[in-house]
């Protein structure tokens, strides 16, 4: 796997796990809707996440929850506009979840440093706006059908969806590649949740070696999504301990980075599996 993920600005070294903490400034995301509309509270839990340990931030105006309406264009501008160009002042990398290609040139001009997108560059002109830019970090994610619809029974994948996942992601980084874009700049994301029957995002997990053995970057996503609400019977508010679980198991099956909500638990979860992993540096730093 590439150690190293070049973005706009930096060079994210990730031969530990890299923290990617979640600012939402949407009114209906499915975890912390409306929590941090507005600039202010926006940038306040910006400001606590990277003061938990977040190593990252990822900024959305839209949410992408199963049944979500889609956001139109100049109010996804409006919501997230002000505070990229607030966040990139912190001088950590900042990600845009987005899909617009419009919303991509603009935080890319405000000098954000990742383009997240759930459709994978699909939205016409996407590919082109990324390309275009000398250096950005892109994750392209894979999704089975739509936010509108992925969370019919009937619209799930269907059969080995880890050989699904790999062949969608490889095929669009391939044409990413083809126009110049540096295998470098590159993550993939399985894209837990996103048109997968609750069988078949365990099966992922499971199986996420196959994905890390084509030598990209693996972002994983699973903080306080609904599968693990399916397994354990609890409540959004209520799923931090399956979401650290899952974070760790990522990692463990060779994620790169976790996308999450709670940071400061995730981050000190890490800390004892990376104890774990290099016991002997422990005595030499003492």
């Given amino acids: 796997m590439m150690r190293h993920w070049q973005t706009t600005r930096f060079r994210i070294d990730l031969a530990q796990p890299q923290v990617m903490g979640i600012v939402n400034v949407t009114p209906d995301s ?3 809707g409306g929590s941090h509309e507005g600039v202010s509270a926006a940038m306040a839990h910006a400001e606590q996440l990277l003061a938990d340990g977040a190593h990252m931030l990822d900024i959305g105006g839209e949410s992408t929850r199963p049944g979500s309406p889609a956001v139109p264009l100049d109010e996804e501008l409006r919501r997230v506009l002000p505070v990229v160009k607030a966040a990139v002042a912190l001088q950590v990398p900042i990600s845009v979840d987005t899909y617009k290609p419009e919303v991509m040139q603009a935080v890319l001009d405000l000098g954000a440093d990742i383009i997240n997108d759930i459709w994978a560059l699909r939205q016409p002109g ?27 029974q009937h619209m799930a994948a269907q059969g080995d969806v880890t050989a699904e996942v790999l062949e969608f992601l490889q095929t669009h980084t391939r044409n990413l590649e083809a126009l110049g874009v540096q295998a470098g700049r590159i993550v993939w994301d399985a894209g837990t949740g996103f048109g997968k029957s609750l069988g078949q995002n365990f ?4 199986q996420q070696p196959r994905l890390a053995a084509a030598g990209y970057p ?10 693990l609400g399916k397994i354990t019977g609890r409540l959004v508010t209520e799923r931090m301990p399956a979401s650290i679980a899952a ?15 709670d940071v400061r638990e995730t981050c000190d979860a890490l800390a004892v599996l990376q104890a774990m992993r290099a016991p002997q540096a422990l005595d030499l730093q003492g």
């Fill in 203 to 206: 099966a992922l997990l499971q």
């Fill in 218 to 227: 693996l972002l994983a996503g699973w903080s306080r999504k609904g599968s």
């Fill in 126 to 152: 996407a590919q082109a706006v990324v390309a275009g830019h000398p250096q950005c970090g892109v994750c392209l994610m894979h999704m089975h059908a739509n936010p509108q619809t992925m969370h019919q």
């Fill in 30 to 32: 499915f975890s912390d």
């Fill in 247 to 261: 974070a760790l198991l990522s990692v463990e099956h060779g994620a790169a980075i976790v996308r999450v909500h």
